[in-house]
């Protein structure tokens, strides 16, 4: 078997050193041919991070098509791989649809590799989604993201690494977007401009449902009982096997599903109250952006309940929150008025 799946589990890593790139063994010259295009894309959108590097293999073969026509997905259980899964499994993907046979779920991602059990927790409520749509769970472990490196920046090669593995079996590899078209801004680790440059010949990244927003995946995905279940959309709770239901990303998901008059998914073991919307605390500028937008939905849908106001005023506040850390004036203000202060 050739080296294209460790060739994208390195480049980041080289691009950071910077160092050329050897490999002692078969790498697809299409592939090395298209990261040459993705450098140039990567090193200009992350100048201070990464540079251009040479990339030499010891034979550079092409190699062998899948016999078969079949697709595999990167699948977290969140709501962005549920989409693609369920879109694409259910015929509601038109011309684009792909013959989508299995999803990989990622061990040493988002759940450390010390915690097996909580990623056992993971793999079976995974397993149930995707068995329920006629697709196979594939577990796969990797220390990539434990070599360092900003994460936001290297995800989507870690993930393009993982499904190019299983490149004997299938011709295509789907990452789900996290964003749609209108919200979309490089640098992302995993993106509508670069990924399709992870392809080769033989397997092709092909980067999916950049065209829906978030809250439009989540109607999609409620006519799917098995995703109500066992969706898991949380990277921040005490247990990653499950959703913590106080996160910003469990709570955007869960108001959202609120706004779209679908109640509370059995997903998530308990609801969110006004005030605790109010007291919810953002600290970092993208968590508070994906609020705003939130609020701009919930404003074209004419909603005005109270824990609709109590966000709007949450977001006021967390935006008041990230400028105060730049000017000291409205830092004091900000920790005088909105910081809780310790009892006793």
Same mark, same amino acid.
């Given at each position: 078997?050739?080296?294209?799946?460790?060739?994208?589990? @390195?480049?980041?890593?080289?691009?950071?050193?910077? +160092?050329?790139?050897? $490999? %002692? /063994?078969?790498?697809? =010259?299409?592939?090395? !041919?298209?990261?040459?295009?993705?450098?140039?894309?990567?090193?200009?959108?992350?100048?201070?991070?990464?540079?251009?590097?040479?990339?030499?293999?010891?034979?550079?073969?092409?190699?062998?098509?899948?016999?078969?026509?079949?697709?595999?997905?990167?699948?977290?259980?969140?709501?962005?791989?549920?989409?693609?899964?369920?879109?694409?499994?259910?015929?509601? @993907?038109?011309?684009?649809?792909?013959?989508?046979? +299995?999803?990989?779920? $990622? %061990? /040493?991602?988002?759940? =450390?590799?010390?915690? !097996?059990?909580?990623?056992?927790?993971?793999?079976?409520?995974?397993?149930?989604?995707?068995?329920?749509?006629?697709?196979?769970?594939?577990?796969?472990?990797?220390?990539?993201?434990?070599?360092?490196?900003?994460?936001?920046?290297?995800?989507?090669?870690?993930?393009?690494?993982?499904?190019?593995?299983?490149?004997?079996?299938?011709?295509?590899?789907?990452? @789900?977007?996290?964003?749609?078209?209108?919200?979309?801004?490089?640098?992302?680790g995993s993106n509508p401009l670069s990924d399709w440059m992870m392809s080769s010949d033989s397997f092709r990244?092909?980067?999916?449902?950049?065209?829906?927003?978030?809250?439009?995946?989540?109607?999609?995905?409620?006519?799917?009982?098995?995703?109500?279940?066992?969706?898991?959309?949380?990277?921040?709770?005490?247990?990653?096997?499950?959703?913590?239901?106080?996160?910003?990303?469990?709570?955007?998901?869960?108001?959202t599903f609120r706004m779209l008059g679908l109640g509370l998914p059995e997903c998530f073991e308990r609801d969110?109250?006004?005030?605790?919307?109010?007291?919810?605390?953002?600290?970092?500028?993208?968590?508070?952006?994906?609020?705003?937008?939130?609020?701009?939905?919930?404003?074209?849908?004419?909603?005005?309940?109270?824990?609709?106001?109590?966000?709007?005023?949450?977001?006021?506040?967390?935006?008041?929150?990230?400028?105060?850390?730049?000017?000291?004036?409205?830092?004091?203000?900000?920790?005088?008025?909105?910081?809780?202060?310790?009892?006793?």
């Amino acid at each position: 078997r050739g080296c294209d799946p460790f060739v994208l589990g @390195a480049l980041f890593a080289a691009m950071r050193a910077p +160092a050329d790139l050897v $490999v %002692h /063994g078969e790498a697809s =010259p299409s592939l090395l !041919a298209n990261l040459e295009e993705f450098q140039h894309a990567w090193s200009t959108w992350a100048q201070a991070e990464l540079s251009r590097i040479a990339i030499t293999a010891d034979r550079e073969t092409e190699q062998p098509r899948s016999a078969r026509p079949a697709a595999v997905m990167a699948f977290s259980g969140g709501a962005d791989s549920a989409f693609t899964a369920w879109r694409h499994r259910s015929g509601q @993907a038109g011309r684009q649809r792909r013959d989508l046979q +299995a999803g990989v779920l $990622v %061990h /040493g991602f988002d759940i =450390p590799l010390g915690q !097996a059990d909580i990623f056992a927790g993971a793999a079976e409520r995974a397993g149930r989604m995707l068995a329920s749509i006629g697709m196979e769970m594939i577990p796969v472990a990797t220390n990539y993201r434990a070599q360092g490196g900003e994460w936001p920046l290297t995800f989507g090669a870690g993930l393009a690494s993982c499904l190019m593995l299983l490149q004997g079996r299938f011709g295509e590899g789907l990452i @789900a977007s996290g964003y749609s078209y209108k919200n979309f801004s490089a640098p992302d680790g995993s993106n509508p401009l670069s990924d399709w440059m992870m392809s080769s010949d033989s397997f092709r990244i092909i980067h999916d449902g950049a065209a829906f927003y978030k809250a439009d995946k989540l109607r999609a995905i409620s006519a799917w009982p098995e995703a109500m279940k066992h969706l898991r959309v949380c990277y921040e709770g005490e247990r990653l096997d499950r959703n913590c239901c106080r996160c910003q990303k469990c709570v955007w998901t869960i108001l959202t599903f609120r706004m779209l008059g679908l109640g509370l998914p059995e997903c998530f073991e308990r609801d969110i109250s006004s005030l605790g919307i109010l007291r919810m605390r953002y600290p970092e500028a993208g968590q508070v952006q994906s609020m705003r937008r939130l609020v701009a939905r919930l404003k074209a849908e004419s909603c005005s309940a109270s824990w609709v106001r109590a966000l709007q005023a949450s977001v006021l506040v967390n935006r008041l929150g990230l400028v105060a850390k730049g000017i000291p004036p409205i830092r004091r203000f900000y920790q005088r008025h909105f910081v809780p202060r310790p009892r006793g």
